[in-house]
């Protein structure tokens, strides 16, 4: 027996070897410049998990090496990192299936979300999750959500005043980002799953104080062993990947709480719809009743399996309220910035408010939200500005070249203007950089101005992204498909939040940075124990 396991591992040590040697010679990128190593073990893809903003490393890149850059990861693989738009757009669009997540992003994905559409390790499964999910994403059935959204943000702005801002005429200081975290939690409990998580009630609550601080307390600040750790699993049978999730550290530790907890309630609710279809019930309209309803109808070779349906609610309840929470958050730093703007946003929300009494209706609808572009604009340029996921990271599935809109320079000075890349080849598309390219949106790119959305004419003559040629939802066949979902609750929470609050920067001026911990998230310089927060001044109009 005792043989047996050490045939096992040294099978597996030269297979590993093997790997790594392939990788190092096999179509090598080391002609693409890029920044020099201060550790050829640790290489230099650490340092942008460690940068004090993100993208001030990334901006200060693409001004020496222009649009594509090589990153030494540990053990010397080399990384091409990329912000051209015609090689995004080849990457993610037209040969996206050619492109799968990699290793370290697909583990990553699973363990934060089990076997979901955002673990699908290639086209076959990602398609088949793909298929039973769209029938809930369409536009019609997302637009039926917005007295939902509504119901949400209005409770929110009731609790502020009722519970935070009583007889504090002058305003007071609010850590909006939590506030937003459990009302964005409660929508998505609501509209998705047809579940009340009661987060707005209940701070405690257990799946919102799984979600707090989850990611800065997990994935920021990556340790050195942590680094290395990972990079070997590019050359681990995947197999053996999933077993990851049970090492004891705090990397992993906190991910596989989180999702014990969701799973459990997630388990629940998928019986119980399951029931409710065998009776013969099809009247709910909530995210996974739709789901469990066009999984019934698959054929039995392309349904989801339970562990695969479970996993979709830990997806679509991190997706659903995090990302939106934080990308609201940011809008409303940047408005408190900006009063002249934010005063601009209000009058448009009054001129529309009066419109709607005028034709004897209660409250906003899809068509009034959609046609204020002072409100469009914001929400377009604070996606562009802030992107709550900064980094991707694919994997040629086979050799390949990408064409590169924007020539670069290569060690030799040669000028070229495609990358031939190996099967293996890890890339990282680089989003905070592509939506800030001045190629794309002019001198001003590192500004936040909503206006250049109304008055500007940003270069669109590559298509990309899912909304507004940004590039914050990714894109092409594995891009969000719950965008438009986000967008919607974008738009009803934030026209109430400013139609009923004035947001301005605390008297104490707090140093916000964006930090990088798995999602660009702020914090207070000099209080980054205290984890995730967004202080506002916030006075009641």
Known sequence: MFSLIILAGAVLALSSLVRYYRWLTHHSIEYIRGPNTKSRLLGNVREFMYQENVGDLDFKLLDEYGTAWRLKSPLGLNYLMICDPKALQYILHKSGYN???????????????????????????????????????????????????????????????????????????????????????????????EFQFGALDNSENEVSKAYSNMFSDSVMYPSAWNAIFQTLWNFTPDWMLYYVRHVPTR??????????????????????????????????????????????????????????????MAALTLAGHETTANTITWLLWELAKHPEYQQKLRDEIALKRAEINARGDVDFTMDDLESMEYLQAALKETLRYHPIVYHLSRQASKDD????????????????????????????????????????????????????????????????????????????????????????EMQAITADLVENFQFSIPKEKPEIIRVPAGIMAPMVKGKMREGIQMPLHVTAL
């Open 251 to 312: 990397e992993y530790v906190r991910f596989k709480h989180t999702l014990q907890i969701i799973n459990g309630v997630s388990k629940e609710l998928i019986d119980q719809k399951s029931e409710d279809l065998l009776d013969g019930d099809k009247s709910n309209k909530d995210v996974m009743s739709i789901l469990v309803r066009a999984n019934a109808s698959e054929n039995p070779k392309s349904k989801l399996s339970e562990e695969e349906m479970v996993s979709q």
């Open 401 to 488: 070249v990408i064409p590169l809109a924007y020539p670069i320079m290569t060690k030799k000075g040669e000028m070229v203007s495609e990358i031939p890349v190996a099967a293996g080849q890890v890339i990282m598309p680089n989003i905070a950089v592509y939506n800030r390219l001045p190629q794309l949106w002019g001198d001003d790119a590192h500004e936040w101005n909503p206006m250049r959305f109304i008055d500007g004419h940003p270069n669109t003559q590559v298509r990309l992204g899912m909304f507004g040629n940004l590039m914050s939802f990714s894109a092409g066949v594995r891009g969000c498909i719950g965008w438009r979902f986000s967008m919607i």
């Open 99 to 193: 492109f799968p997540k990699s290793v370290l992003t697909r583990i990553g994905s699973f363990n934060v979300a089990g076997r979901s559409i955002l673990w699908a390790p290639n086209g076959e499964v990602h398609s088949r999750h793909r298929k039973v999910m769209n029938p809930a994403f369409t536009a019609p059935q997302l637009r039926s959500f917005l007295p939902l959204f509504r119901r949400g943000s209005n409770r929110l702005c009731q609790k502020w005043k009722d519970e935070v801002l009583d007889h504090t005429p002058g305003g007071v200081t609010i850590t909006v980002n939590k506030w937003l975290a459990r009302t964005t939690l409660d929508v998505i409990g609501e509209a998705a799953f």
